[in-house]
Nanobody, 124 residues
């Protein structure tokens, strides 16, 4: 059974950085594409970033491109989201998710398993 747990959320000032990690306890982590999504209060969950099983290529939402970096370490069954130059509008619960598919990685429906989420709060 695939289970993911996110770590690294917290409170940071605007302009600061945070690093999220997501550990996958299920089998064959390297066979999955991985995605990060976020949901702000009162808003729908939205795509943030995705990475294919070998680490390349990566995909980003326009709102985070050049500020966030997604990476993975298949030897540790872990995917990371490095967030720089954070803005108050980045405040949300961040979720990681796995997919056996390698297309439409910006769509929620592509993903099969989700973590419980970790809160990121960016103060002005």
């Amino acid at each position: 059974q695939v289970q993911m747990i996110e770590y690294g959320g917290g409170l940071v000032q605007a302009g600061g950085s945070l690093n999220l990690s997501c550990v996958n306890s299920g089998p064959d982590f390297s066979g999955y594409a991985m995605g990060w999504f976020r949901q702000a209060p009162g808003k729908e969950r939205e795509f943030v970033a995705a990475i294919k099983r070998n680490g390349n290529p990566t995909y980003y939402a326009d709102s985070v491109n050049r500020r966030f970096t997604v990476s993975r370490d298949n030897t540790k069954d872990t995917v990371y989201l490095h967030m720089n130059s954070l803005k108050p509008e980045d405040t949300a619960v961040y979720y990681c998710a796995t997919s056996l598919r390698y297309w439409d990685l910006d769509r929620e429906s592509t993903y099969d398993h989700w973590g419980q989420g970790t809160q990121v709060t960016v103060s002005p």
